[in-house]
């Protein structure tokens, strides 16, 4: 049973950092690409980064430069670096895999992702 397990959110004032980490189980996630969305209240979900099989990755324009996303293959990890944080940054913040198998295109689209942790809470004040 495959099983996505988001940790690391919490409050932090604006200008800070969080790390947020995904534990996967129940299968090998190597050859997927691995992703985070969020969603605002009152908000569609939306795409934040996603990293491929061999490293390549991919952001939301308003994360570019603040945001760093990372894998560790061997322990079935995601992680998503966040600096500089806003107070529009403030959502529940999913991890999602694509299980389309050595993927070469990193897709910013929820529907191309087919699990999907609980989320976390990141809450960013002025």
């Known amino acids: 049973q495959v099983q996505l397990v988001e940790s690391g959110g919490g409050l932090v004032q604006a200008g800070g950092s969080l790390r947020l980490s995904c534990a996967a189980s129940g299968r090998t996630f190597s050859h997927y690409v691995m992703g985070w969305f969020r969603q605002a209240p009152g908000k569609e979900r939306e795409f934040v980064a996603a990293?491929?099989?061999?490293?390549?990755?991919r952001y939301a324009d308003s994360v570019k430069g603040r945001f760093t996303i990372s894998r560790d293959n061997a322990n079935n990890m995601v992680y998503l670096q966040m600096n500089s944080l806003k107070p529009e940054d403030t959502a529940v913040y999913y991890c999602a895999v694509d299980v389309t198998y050595a993927a070469v295109v990193v897709r910013t689209d929820r529907y191309g992702y087919e699990y999907w942790g609980q989320g976390t809470q990141v809450t960013v004040s002025s």
């Open positions: 990293v491929s099989w061999i490293h390549s990755t």
